[in-house]
């Protein structure tokens, strides 16, 4: 069934699927922030990232997918990806969950902002729209607090720059390596920067606990990011990365169940905001997609989302 869906309609389901398996390691992550520093995290969490990448060449029978047919590009995007990673932990570090990602994600505002005149990606003026909108949401969940050392809100900043970037160059790999090839140079690179940082600050054995969850992180965030680049060589930036917002939902949620954070009526209707423009936005594509292909399988995704919402 998957198959005979559109690009576009693999894309969103891919990003969606990555987003809340990313959202739930961010949560193990920030509780791990409590014992660990960033470098014994990525090293940690690293070990067990590669255990997707088995699973995938188990399943493709062929250890060549993890071959890079451009090196240099690859790499670009590994180095990305691991600058990403080292911020995103430190921002854990110094904020709440949701206080941080809301902040990170202004990355998909900045990613469809520049996927137009660096990528060649048309984006129409209804999606437009539907970003600012969703802009609107972001600012609504950040709105100040009291308190506070606002110069740390520069780390999520940095972390969301860097992601953008990395997507950007995610996006310039269609038609070239293959997700489980990305991924496997980018969680290398995440291993040994891990690797490096254990003899400058120090590193502890985990307890077993601590080794289930970093396991448990691990394979998870291998699984989300080959979804999520997989969802980046289905289709467009400007289509998929607004449904990355869904995280802020979702880290809600998880802030409440775990650390007892509950959500203002700011961060509520900014959620709204944010979660009804990555569906518009959905619906522009997949209509758009069956108006000049005549293809239904998007359209009734589209529909059923939209029943459900």
Known sequence: ??????????????????????????????????KYHAGEILFYRGIFSFIPIICLIVIAKNYKIIFTKNLKTTLLRAFLGTATSIFVVLSFIHLPLATALAIIFLSPIMLTALSGPL????????????????????????????????????????????????????????????????????????????????????????????????????????LAHFLQIQALLFASASIVSPFKYLSLVYAALIGYFIWGDVPDEWKICGAALIVGAGIFILYRAVSYTHLRAHETDSYLVCRLVLEKK
């Open 1 to 34: 069934m998957f198959r005979n869906l559109t690009d576009n309609t693999k894309g969103v389901l891919c990003m969606i699927a990555g987003t809340l398996v990313l959202t739930s390691q961010d949560a193990i992550t920030k509780w791990m922030t409590a």
């Open 119 to 222: 990528l060649k990606e048309k984006v129409g003026w209804r999606r437009w729209v539907a970003v600012f909108v969703g802009f609107l949401g972001v600012l609504l969940i950040m709105r100040p607090s009291a308190g506070g050392d606002y110069f740390l809100y520069a780390i999520p900043i940095i972390t969301a720059l860097l992601a953008t970037f990395r997507d950007l160059v995610t996006r310039s790999m269609k038609g070239g390596d293959s997700s489980a090839s990305i991924l496997f140079f980018s969680m290398v690179a995440a291993l040994i920067t891990g690797a490096l940082s254990l003899p400058v600050f120090g590193a502890s054995m985990p307890s077993l606990y601590d080794l289930f969850l970093f396991a448990a992180a691990g394979t998870m965030v291998g």
